[in-house]
């Protein structure tokens, strides 16, 4: 999982996609359309976005996440070995690199 910050601009989330190889992205209606700009430059791996709430239609590469979840069975059908070594969330923290996306220097 790679949370992104909301007070990110496009460029910056774009960044951690790409650094992060995401494919899926959760998120609110209210973030779609930079999310949908992102994924149609091709820049990133993003290829489906999967959103919170239904208050825009579904179209390709996007599902929403209640309807999604009203399919889903209460049992898992497949779960995981884990491992103590097992990657859970990534953070990007680097606030020099993102504040230089934005042509700001980041005071030390």
Same mark, same amino acid.
């Given at each position: 999982?790679?949370?992104?910050?909301?007070?990110?601009?496009?460029?910056?989330?774009?960044?951690?996609?790409?650094?992060?190889?995401?494919?899926?992205?959760?998120?609110?209606?209210?973030?779609?359309?930079?999310?949908?700009?992102?994924? !149609?430059?091709?820049?990133?791996?993003?290829?489906?976005?999967?959103?919170?709430?239904? !208050?825009?239609?579904?179209?390709?590469?996007?599902?929403?996440?209640?309807?999604? !979840?009203?399919?889903?069975?209460?049992?898992?059908?497949?779960?995981?070995?884990?491992?103590?070594?097992?990657?859970?969330?990534?953070?990007?923290?680097?606030?020099?690199?993102?504040?230089?996306?934005?042509?700001?220097?980041?005071?030390?």
């Amino acid at each position: 999982m790679v949370p992104i910050n909301a007070r990110l601009l496009g460029e910056e989330s774009a960044w951690i996609l790409q650094n992060s190889q995401v494919s899926l992205l959760v998120t609110s209606a209210q973030f779609y359309p930079m999310y949908r700009e992102i994924r !149609q430059d091709n820049s990133t791996p993003l290829n489906h976005i999967c959103l919170i709430g239904e !208050q825009l239609p579904a179209d390709d590469g996007v599902s929403h996440f209640t309807q999604l !979840q009203a399919r889903q069975s209460a049992t898992l059908c497949y779960t995981p070995v884990l491992s103590t070594d097992d990657t859970a969330e990534i953070l990007f923290t680097s606030r020099y690199h993102l504040a230089s996306k934005r042509g700001g220097d980041y005071p030390l």
